[in-house]
């Protein structure tokens, strides 16, 4: 079966307008997970990520991608939450993160609250241009 490829320079709805392409390309998350650093650190959902590594507490490293970026030059968010055995409904995050040794197809996170500690909830977004 042959592929096809579909060509547009703008995507249009029935009610809700058009956007322009690049938009879609450009402003669409390259990768995302959300995953948790208790105990066995381990992958509850995402995209582009191939594996996670527990380096040590409260760090990641790496978080490998499927699809490789075009530059370590990315941007990504990280969002930690929760001692262990927090849930997700408790809201009491007094943590900082951060990411880190980032390459073109893997990086790292770092979860802090007054020391390097594990969190339950972690979830991280990157944003950039696929290879």
Same mark, same amino acid.
């Not at 579909?6 to 709805?13: Q, S, Y």
């Not at 699809?67 to 990504?76: K, R």
């Given at each position: 079966?042959?592929?096809?490829k579909?060509?547009?320079? @703008?995507?249009?709805?029935s009610?809700?307008?058009? *956007?322009? @392409?690049?938009?879609?390309?450009?402003g669409s998350?390259?990768?995302w997970i $959300?995953f948790?650093?208790v105990s066995?650190?381990?992958?509850?959902? /995402?995209?582009?990520?191939s /594996?996670?590594?527990?380096e $040590?507490? %409260?760090?990641?490293? !790496?978080?490998?991608?499927t699809?490789?970026?075009?530059?370590?030059?990315?941007?990504?968010s990280?969002?930690?939450?929760?001692a !262990?055995g927090?849930?997700?409904?408790?809201? $009491? $995050?007094?943590? *900082? %993160?951060?990411?880190?040794?980032?390459?073109?197809?893997?990086?790292?996170? *770092?979860s802090?609250?007054?020391? *390097?500690?594990? /969190?339950?909830v972690n979830?991280?977004?990157?944003?950039?241009d696929l290879?």
């Open positions: 079966m042959a592929l096809g579909i060509k547009a320079d @703008t995507l249009e709805h009610t809700a307008g058009t *956007v322009d @392409t690049q938009y879609v390309v450009n998350a390259k990768a $959300n948790t650093g066995t650190t381990a992958i509850r959902d /995402s995209f582009n990520i /594996s996670i590594t527990d $040590n507490t %409260g760090k990641t490293y !790496p978080i490998a991608m699809s490789a970026m075009a530059n370590d030059d990315y941007a990504g990280y969002y930690q939450m929760g !262990p927090t849930s997700r409904t408790d809201f $009491n $995050n007094n943590y *900082v %993160g951060g990411l880190g040794d980032k390459t073109t197809t893997q990086f790292g996170t *770092v802090y609250a007054g020391a *390097v500690i594990d /969190s339950g979830d991280v977004i990157i944003m950039g290879a």
